[in-house]
Each structure stands twice: as structure tokens, then as C-alpha cells.
């Protein structure tokens, strides 16, 4: 893995948290973006050289409202950036982590995404991601 991508962040209201993350980081959001197929809304940030991705639910039974019902907001994962994210998908699954998605799939941001369980990772729900080429 090269580096932290970003780190998610689940939230109650979008417009909210962006107005508090603006304050916290003293930067706008630069992008909101909508993912339908994982019912939830984003949006980015960047601080120096690091990307903090809030997420808001779209869904009542999406994986941020489970999230949001369960432990409320707070931190949600941390998103690893990887060159070849097939191959990272087969050397973790041969290391014993559950990974959600066999097959990436499109995420926010140009990227394709997958995800290793938080049970085989120490709680921590963790994202792979790989840049879309143009
Ligand atoms: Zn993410």
C-alpha cells in the first residue's frame, strides 16, 4: 500500500459537517459527490497533503445509516491508495482478511474501491484504492 488515501468520516447532515469542517481545516470542501449504488453522498477536503471524505447516508439501509445507528458519527475508514488493487485484493484475501468485494468497484473520486471487514482488521474498516486511469 503507497499511503493513506483519505480518511472517512461518517456524518448526520452533509451541509452541516461541511460548514464545521471548513472551520476545523480552514479550506472548503472541492467536491460533493454522490455514489446511488452505495447510497451515500460525499464530500472532500484537503488538508496539506491529506483528503478527509465525509459521508452522509442517501439510503435507510445503506451501510452509513447501519453505521450512524450503531456508533453514531465518527470516524468510518481508512482509505489506502494502491497501484494494482486486483492484486492487493488476492495478497490480502491470502493473508487471511475478509475482503467485502471480491471485484473493485467505482467509488467516490475517480477510484476504484474495495473493502477488507473490520473484524479480520482490528475494528478498523478498511478501503483500498486504486485511481481510475482517464
Ligand atoms: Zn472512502
Redesign the pocket.
Known amino acids: 500500500m503507497n499511503k493513506i488515501e483519505?480518511i472517512?468520516i461518517a456524518v448526520q447532515n452533509l451541509e452541516t459537517s461541511n460548514l464545521l469542517f471548513e472551520k476545523l481545516l480552514g479550506v472548503p470542501h472541492y467536491k460533493i459527490e454522490e455514489v446511488a449504488s452505495e447510497g451515500v453522498r460525499t464530500s472532500f477536503f484537503r488538508a496539506g497533503p491529506n483528503k478527509i471524505?465525509l459521508l452522509e447516508t442517501t439510503s435507510e439501509n445503506g451501510p452509513i445509516a447501519k453505521f450512524l445507528a450503531k456508533k453514531g458519527e465518527g470516524v468510518h475508514?481508512i482509505?489506502f491508495a494502491v497501484d494494482d488493487i486486483v492484486a492487493e485484493i488476492d495478497r490480502l484475501k491470502s493473508e487471511g482478511f475478509l475482503v467485502l468485494n471480491d471485484e473493485p468497484k467505482k467509488?467516490?473520486d475517480n477510484k476504484l474501491v474495495a473493502f477488507l471487514h473490520p473484524k479480520t482488521s482490528n475494528g478498523v474498516l478498511v478501503?483500498l484504492c486504486q485511481e481510475i486511469e482517464e
Do not use: D, K
Request: net charge negative.
Open positions: 483519505h472517512g471524505e475508514h482509505a467509488g467516490a478501503e
